[in-house]
Structure formats: C-alpha cells, structure tokens
C-alpha cells in the first residue's frame, strides 16, 4: 500500500506519522508477500505495532493539548483496533501465519476508515486551533 493522498490530512505533523505508518505496513505487505518464516515476520509485526501505538499515542497527546471535543470517540477506535490486532497477534504467536495475514487485513481496512472519519476532522480541528492562536498573538 504505497503513500496515497487519500491518508493526508492537512495536518503535517499528522500526515509525516501517516507516512510512517504507510511505510511500515508496506514492509509488513512485502513480508507476507514472500511468505517470511515466523520467527522474522515476528520482528516486522512487532514494529508494526510499535508504529501505530507511538502513532495513538502522539494523536492522543495533540487532541488533549488542544482541547479536542470527539476525542472520546477517536481514542476508542483506536482502542478497538489495537485490541482486534491483540487476538490476531495471538493466534501469530501461536504459530498460526493468518494471524499475521488478518493484522494485515485489517489495519489496511482501518487506517483508510480512521483516517476519512477521524483524522481529518481532528487535522481541521488543529489548523484551526493553530489560526486562532495566531491572530490571539498578533
């Protein structure tokens, strides 16, 4: 899943970690593609999750500085997702190479979804935070 408009927000700092993450599922992509032996696929899968946490995480950190009113809702699906990749990564653990095709699956499925319903009105959110700053300033 190469970089596409379709996860740019307008928010820039949003939108680098977006590419991050886009990176990284790609790596996670081509892994599975060449049918990489579990015990590496483990590492990818781990930095995989690695990379969406330090992503909630940093989303989470903007929407309390700001203020943000649907911040509930946004860390719920983050939540939802996280906990749907934990049954999957169990399943891998377990030996079980769906688990990782069914992360995969997923997280490709989400990120467009969280991004179109939540990131955006978040991104919308902080530049118009960011403008009201601004003028307050000058």
């Not at 892994?31 to 995480?57: A, G, M, Q, Y």
Request: with cysteine; proline share 2%; charged share 25%.
């Amino acid at each position: 899943m190469p970089w596409s408009e379709v996860y740019r927000t307008g928010c820039e700092i949003i939108d680098n970690d977006h590419m991050r993450l886009v990176d990284v599922y790609d790596h996670l992509l081509i892994s599975l593609e060449n049918r990489l032996p579990l015990h590496k696929l483990d590492n990818i899968i781990t930095e995989f999750i690695r990379v969406v946490s330090e992503h909630s995480t940093l989303e989470h950190r903007i929407m309390s500085e700001i203020g943000y009113n649907s911040i509930d809702a946004h860390i719920a699906d983050h939540e939802r997702v996280m906990e749907a990749i934990s049954s999957m990564i169990s399943k891998f653990q377990k030996g079980n190479y769906t688990g990782a095709l069914e992360i995969a699956l997923l997280a490709g499925k989400w990120e467009a979804t969280h991004v179109e319903r939540y990131d955006r009105p978040l991104a919308v959110f902080v530049n118009e935070t960011q403008k009201i700053l601004i003028a307050s300033c000058t």
